[in-house]
């Protein structure tokens, strides 16, 4: 008697899981995908519409982006308003920024856009069932790389995954889950303010102004809107009540144009504040178990050299070239640990330098800095732009798909002052 062949067994196909659907997780979550994992993103909101208002993407994350085919649709966002620069409160150019030696120096533009353009591009390369949303999501088990899989608790139920991306921001529970004896995140002393407007009747270069104790950044979007943010010393949870508004008129309002009239413009309802943290010790490694860790909830760091969405989306092709679904993943997450932790720590202190640098309040204290910067500033532009050498002319280590030379590897040359 003969039997019926038997259909073969389909393979298994390895499971990753994103805690977390912002743009660090959702990198992750495309290019875990693209190199062969099947990926589920849990997120706890009930949208994927960010928490946020802008992001200046630099030319490391750009290529990073390249990884996954975003690259030239990001760039397509890119603003020439002409160059921008440094100012003090009344107005008076510290440093003129020379864009296209930027652009030269690190292999493409700074790119502003709104945080929502890039979740929607980055969401837009998931299948909708690998998103599920209104979905929290606590660490219950990292795994054994040997042995057991990596467990995730959710409202949902529980969701065992070969691989564990821990994205969860900030005050990540996963990474206390891991290393419950690092102290974390610390307060900056910084609190920082951000809001989009649309745009005013004058164009004005994009600019950042630094004055006593406070900073005012503007950057107009290649959409007609401004993206603007503020940042000044204060206790943490201190609050304006329901109207931060009045607070960016009291503490900015006398500052030059076009910051008043950004400030006029923006809907109260809109000024977002948050203060400011970072990881002042960085942790062991990036990694236990089966589970990595990756953005804010690896290296949280403050926001002045404006690296950290930057190196999220870095951290998530770097996670996912070392660690292929078909290869050795404790060897893979040790890699990933190695390439990222000195790197974004290294990142993580020239933001905090800078942060103290853009805060100063003593009053002899700012009159030496903004000297200096002006001095630097009239020594040619390289002497500024090499504070970001090693950071914005980043390649990841796969091979990127850019169209044109915009995403080739930058092509440095010797300046005067270098």
């Known amino acids: 008697m003969s039997s019926a062949p038997r259909t073969p067994a389909r393979p ?72 921008g620069g440094l100012r003090t409160p009344s107005g008076r150019w510290l440093s003129r920024t020379d864009s296209r030696a930027a652009a030269e120096r690190f292999g493409g533009p700074l790119v502003p856009l709104h945080r929502a ?12 069932d690998a998103l599920l949303l209104g979905t929290s999501a606590v660490l219950a088990d990292p795994g054994d790389p040997a042995g057991r899989p990596a467990r995730v608790t ?45 745009a005013l009747d004058r164009p004005f270069p994009p600019h950042e102004t630094w004055g006593s104790g406070a900073l005012w950044g503007s950057q107009p979007l290649k959409d007609d809107r401004i993206y603007a943010y503020a940042a000044a010393a204060a206790p943490s949870g201190q609050r304006a009540g329901d109207d931060e508004k009045s607070e960016l008129l009291r503490r900015f309002g006398d500052w030059h144009d076009p910051v008043p009239g950004i400030i006029a413009a923006a809907d109260p309802e809109q000024v977002l504040r948050n203060d400011i943290w970072h990881q002042k010790d960085p942790l062991p490694a990036f990694h236990r178990g089966r589970t990595a860790l990756l953005g804010d909830a690896a290296h949280a760091m ?45 990142v993580v202190r020239l933001s905090a330098r800078i942060a103290r640098l853009a805060t100063l309040s003593n009053t002899p204290a700012v009159a030496v800095r903004n000297t200096l910067m002006a001095a630097a500033s009239r020594l040619g532009p390289g002497l500024v732009l090499r504070t970001f050498d090693g950071i914005a002319d980043w390649c990841p280590p796969q091979p990127t798909y850019a169209a044109g030379a915009a995403g080739a590897p930058p092509k440095r040359r010797r300046e005067p002052s270098d």
């Open 154 to 198: 959710t409202t949902r139920g529980d969701i065992a995954a070969e691989l564990v991306v821990a994205a969860d921001g900030i005050h990540s529970d996963a990474r206390t889950a891991l290393f419950p004896g690092h102290p974390g995140p610390r307060y900056t002393g910084v609190t920082a303010w951000r809001v989009v407007v649309p």
């Open 302 to 346: 403050a926001p002045f050299a404006g690296q950290g969405g930057n190196q999220a989306v870095e951290d998530a092709v770097v996670l996912a070239h070392c660690a292929p679904p078909d290869a050795d993943l404790a060897a893979g997450l040790a890699a990933y640990t190695a390439q990222r932790l000195p790197r974004t720590t290294a």
């Open 12 to 83: 298994h196909t390895p499971r990753a899981v994103v805690i977390g659907g912002g743009i660090g997780g959702l990198t992750a979550a495309v290019a875990l995908r693209q190199s062969g994992w099947h990926t589920t993103v849990l997120e706890r909101a009930d949208s994927l519409e960010p928490v946020g208002a802008g992001i200046g993407l630099a030319p490391n994350s750009q290529r990073a982006l390249d990884v996954v085919g975003l690259g030239d649709a990001v760039r397509a966002l890119a603003t020439w308003h002409g160059d």
């Open 117 to 128: 353009t890039l979740i929607e591009h980055l969401a837009a390369r998931l299948p909708s």
